[in-house]
């Protein structure tokens, strides 16, 4: 498995919601900010063996932090939401 794959997937996104889609064939990974969704679908099917249908992403805005009298964003991101074919599944954790 080539290493360029593992930069683009970061680490799954573990929630109530992501859990209750996951039912439905639905992943959520936190994926890199810079990567597009052929690249993210190319990555999916090589680290985990499976057919990928769809994929939804969604960019998220960096959040305002203090820290003492200093104020600062956090680090922009990027989720996937991706849906496998009929009958697949992938194990986390």
């Known amino acids: 498995m080539d290493t360029k794959y593992l930069d683009i ?3 799954p996104v573990i929630t ?5 889609e996951k039912e439905n064939g639905k992943y959520t990974f936190k994926v890199d900010p810079k990567a ?3 690249e993210i679908k190319l990555a999916i099917e090589k ?3 499976v057919k990928v249908v769809d994929i939804k992403t969604i ?7 203090r820290v003492g009298r200093y ?11 991706v849906t496998l074919a009929e009958g697949q599944t992938i194990e986390l954790g």
């Not at 109530?16 to 209750?20: L, P």
């Not at 104020?71 to 939401?81: E, P, Q, W």
């Open 9 to 11: 997937i970061k680490a």
């Open 16 to 20: 109530e919601k992501s859990q209750i």
């Open 36 to 38: 597009n969704k052929t």
């Open 47 to 49: 680290i985990f063996n």
């Open 59 to 65: 960019n998220e805005k960096p959040k305002k932090k």
């Open 71 to 81: 104020t600062g964003l956090t680090n922009r991101s990027k989720k996937a939401v």
